[in-house]
């Protein structure tokens, strides 16, 4: 009974977790896109063929609804569509247009997606469409691929461009990329005694389906999911409880022999490098002195200006991945004003899980 009632559950939709803003997104881009793409169909072929076809509606969704699954990407889109096209209409030339022939199209077109890696749900209307549309699909032969399925997709793909990029929803979608920044063979610290990629590969292989999901933002997902597990187990220890205060920080009209004397003088590997207010505009650290350009002068001619921050009140596990897996030595804080109030090293961050452990091991033996 307990497996009849769960095979049941099945048929309950799943809850979702998108904001009303995104589906709000997904709405308006689904209309601009067919709008457009029907406009630019019209345009260029007047009344001579189909200005939209209806697998367009099931692009849009994907486009704009999930642009970031692997079945929503460029060449998915465009490839898929256009191979399915070319697949319906060769099945409808040769073998007729029966039913018969409309599933064979649809699951040859799937078997084509597959081997060019552009698979693309909407394909398979596609290729059905080709068979079971009306003379003046029939008419168009393969130029049906082309128009109004080719133009269609490029249309569609535009605004998708537009629309989800001015939105700051990166399109096409790349995956977090996790690496060794050192170009070692070792794997990255967090993966030494944690879940390591071929660990993940492992397990995709075994389960031998597709997932609406890359493997990159697959793995992302669960490493943030360790984060905020381990958060939970070791407590809300803030960024203000560990930093330094007493920030050592150099202008950026300051000399790099100087600078350089600093370094040494304090004994550290990189500085912030602040304005007269005290706000944050890089970081000098000793890879930025091996590679100064010769005729560089100042700190404000070689420092690092893209520098990962933090606030105050951030949980220090926040800056895990940042700090171990990054070549990020020490995480300038800083305020609403972006001056700098403090900085958390390595060193910080490492006393700080040990005092955590400690507390969490002495509160365990009490207890028993």
Known sequence: MHSINRWLKGFWPAPMTVSLSERVLSCVGAVLGLLFSGWLCREALGSASPWLIAPMGASAVLLFAVP???????????????????????????????????????????????????????????ALTAVLAGPEVVQLGYHFALYPVGLNSLGLLLIALLFNNALRRQYPHQPFAHGNVHKTRDPIPRERLGFTPDDLDAVLEARGELLDISREDLEDILLQTEARAYQR????????????????????????????????????????????????????????????????????????????????????????????????????????????????????????????????????????
């Open 68 to 126: 970031a699954s692997p079945l929503a990407q460029p060449w998915s889109i465009v490839g898929g569509n256009l191979i399915s096209a070319l697949v319906g209409v060769s099945c409808a030339a040769w073998l007729g247009h029966g039913a018969p022939v409309a599933a064979l199209a649809g699951g040859l077109a799937i078997a084509a997606m597959f081997a060019l890696r552009c698979l693309h749900p909407p394909g398979g209307a596609v």
């Open 233 to 368: 187990r070791f407590g809300e220890v803030r960024c203000a409880d560990i930093m330094s205060r007493d920030v050592q920080t150099l202008a950026p009209a300051t000399g790099l022999g100087a600078a350089r004397a600093s370094l040494h003088e304090h004994r550290l590997t990189a500085m912030p490098v602040v304005n007269v207010q005290g706000e944050l505009l890089g970081m000098l650290g000793l890879h930025e002195l091996l590679q100064a350009p010769t005729d560089a002068e100042d700190v404000g001619a070689c420092m690092r200006r893209e520098v990962p921050t933090c606030r105050v009140d951030w949980p220090v596990t926040d800056l895990l991945q940042m700090l171990t897996d990054a070549d990020v030595h020490q995480v300038p804080v800083i305020d609403e004003a972006r001056r700098v109030v403090g900085i958390v090293s390595q060193s910080d961050l490492l006393a700080a899980i040990f005092r955590i452990a400690l507390q969490g091991s002495g509160a365990a033996a009490a207890g028993s």
